[in-house]
């Protein structure tokens, strides 16, 4: 008798959300089973990696990061539109590091000036966001948000001391929206419950369950994320059913094993070689934890991903 695999199947399913307009739109979830296994059901579109551009210089980026990006990081138009032109980006995510206190304390106005022309150079999809200083993001993202209404943009992050008033701003501009709690599912649920109560289109949102780098927390959370998945396809949740977002870069390339010079860990080799290797194993991994949307750095990151999705597709 011939072999027959068992398939599972599922009563839930991912939302599925578009960012961005025009011709490079780009539609994220829609799948009814667990990632890349469309051997048993629908998974309609590929994940997403946004690469990562910042509002100021990368200056606390390692220099295996800041050599790619030498001559266009000083001006976050220009950055993008290499990225999108040289490297093929498909989706930018723009970083308002200098609107943190702490920084160059960017004002409100500011940022949305630089979102605006974020806007009027690049033709992708653009995620706007804050520099997680909850307090400052309340009124740097009111303004962003401002600036990008109509454009189908992506918001965030809004966080549970702040949600109210971006989860507004987001409504009111008509603009997808990122939830981010700390590494627990209840929270995630939680957020995302608070958001919709607000009259938030739960269709609109993406979680954000806080990532973390390979050997610094990446097993809890993957382990929160493969909990999230779980609960939208077997238990067909509907609060926890928008696409999750990983925030792998910010993450991965401030820890040890990504900055420690060669001539102090000889034995770890090659700094480039392995700080790359670290950003797409932590990536790839999320992606099977059943992340939709990723945020990276390095091109070489990016591209060892991108090869890693279109693998897993066969």
């Known amino acids: 008798m011939p072999f027959t695999p068992p398939r599972e199947s599922y ?27 469309s051997f048993e059901g629908a998974t309609p579109h590929k994940p997403v990696i946004a690469f990562e551009v910042q509002d100021v210089p990368p200056e606390d980026w390692p220099e295996v990061v800041k050599e790619v990006y030498k001559g266009v990081s000083g001006d976050p138009v220009t950055w993008a539109k290499y990225c999108i032109e040289k ?93 981010m709690s700390e590494l627990d599912i209840n929270l995630s649920k939680q957020l995302n419950i608070l958001i919709t109560q607000m009259g938030f289109d739960k269709a609109k949102l993406m979680t954000d369950p806080m990532s973390s780098a390979l050997s610094y927390g990446l097993e809890y959370t993957y ?30 390339w401030k820890v040890k094993e990504t900055q420690a010079p060669e001539a102090d860990m000889p034995a770890w080799g090659s700094l480039k070689d392995r700080g790359i290797a670290w950003e797409a194993v932590t990536a790839a991994s999320f992606l ?13 990151s990016i591209n060892a991903v991108k090869k890693f999705i279109a693998e897993m597709e066969v």
Do not use: W
Request: charged share 20%.
């Open 87 to 179: 490297l093929g980006a498909e989706t930018i995510a723009l970083r308002l590091v200098g609107t943190h206190p702490d920084r160059q304390n960017f004002s409100p106005d500011e940022a949305a000036e630089t979102v605006r022309k974020m806007l009027a150079a690049i033709d992708v999809p653009l995620i706007i966001l804050g520099s997680q200083h909850a307090e400052k993001d309340s009124s740097v993202l009111i303004k962003c948000a401002e600036a990008a209404k109509g454009t189908n943009s992506v918001l965030g992050k809004a966080q549970e001391a702040n949600h109210k008033t971006i989860v507004a701003a987001a409504m009111a501009n008509d603009l997808k929206l990122i939830a």
């Open 11 to 37: 009563s839930g399913k991912i939302f599925e959300e578009t960012i961005g307009s025009g011709p490079k739109a780009i539609t994220v979830g829609g799948e009814n089973v667990l990632p890349f296994h």
């Open 288 to 300: 099977i934890a059943g992340a939709e949307v990723l945020i990276m750095r390095h091109p070489d």
């Open 223 to 252: 382990s929160v994320m493969e909990r999230i998945k779980l609960a939208a396809l077997a238990q067909n949740d509907p609060t926890l059913q928008p696409p999750i977002l990983a925030d792998v870069g910010m993450m991965v």
